[in-house]
């Protein structure tokens, strides 16, 4: 039973920075995908950014591309998200995700229906 921790919700202003942790424990699979998601009021939950736990590679949503940066420390079984460059539009509730489905190659292009644990979920607010 694979349960996941997140931390390091809050309120910023526009321009400036968060980082979101999400601590993962009972994982029983070697590779698979980590990342997040995000539901802002009224919106449709998306995903933000994943990466393939066995090789790193990474992928993001156009809306977040070259402002926020996933990593990951295999040792604490720990995924980081840094967001730079907060816009208003990046309010959300931030949910961390996890499975064991990944592209063939060792891509994360992951939807919803291939998620098997989920967060509790973390309020950013960016105003």
């Known amino acids: 039973h694979v349960q996941l921790v997140e931390s390091g919700g809050g309120s910023v202003q526009p321009g400036g920075s968060l980082r979101l942790s999400c601590a993962a424990s009972g994982v029983t699979y070697v590779s698979g995908c980590m990342g997040w998601f995000r539901q802002a009021p009224g919106k449709e939950r998306e995903g933000v950014a994943f990466i393939f736990t066995s090789g790193g590679s990474t992928n993001y949503a156009d809306s977040v591309k070259g402002r926020f940066t996933i990593s990951q420390d295999n040792a604490k079984n720990t995924v980081y998200l840094q967001m730079n460059d907060l816009k208003t539009e990046d309010t959300a509730v931030y949910y961390c995700?996890?499975?064991?489905?990944?592209?063939?190659?060792?891509?994360?292009?992951?939807?919803?229906?291939?998620?098997?644990?989920w967060g509790q979920g973390t309020q950013v607010t960016v105003s």
């Open positions: 995700a996890s499975t064991p489905a990944y592209r063939s190659g060792g891509y994360c292009y992951t939807v919803e229906a291939d998620i098997t644990s």
